[in-house]
């Protein structure tokens, strides 16, 4: 069987060294026995669950939520179902974040309108809302 140092096995799954360490120190990631020479050598899979746990990254999956899909993924009883359901509890949360960004997105643009750009800093309205808690008052 294979064995990879850790330089190649961020090369392969393209992350850095020291996220590859972090996924260790996280438990994301299991640390592989050292060799002869003192170098980890890791087993081939390593590569696959690295990319696994960035694509899951990638859809927004947090580190502890993404530990939990490698323990329901290494259970080959696991129902589908439990996936989907992880799966569907993400876009919730993802909606959420949506609404939640774009009322930031709509209460920032206002504040844009408002200011002119001309005039003092003291004048500001952007200032003025973030000091007083957005009652534009001084």
Known sequence: MERLTI?????QAQVGIETLRYYERTGLVA???RSESN?????????RRVQFIKRAQE??????EIME???LRATPE??????????LEKISTIEEKIQTLTAMKYALA???????????????PILAA?????????
């Not at 330089?7 to 090369?11: L, P, T």
């Not at 170098?39 to 590569?47: C, D, F, K």
């Open 7 to 11: 330089g190649e096995v961020a090369k």
């Open 31 to 33: 640390s592989p026995p």
């Open 39 to 47: 170098y980890r050598l890791y087993p081939q899979e390593t590569v």
């Open 59 to 64: 859809l927004g999956f947090s580190l502890k």
């Open 69 to 71: 899909l490698l323990a």
């Open 78 to 87: 696991t129902p589908c179902a439990d996936i989907q359901s992880l799966a």
């Open 110 to 124: 206002n504040l844009v309108e408002e200011c002119s750009g001309n005039g003092e800093i003291i004048d500001c």
């Open 130 to 138: 973030l000091d007083t808690g957005g009652n534009g008052h001084h």
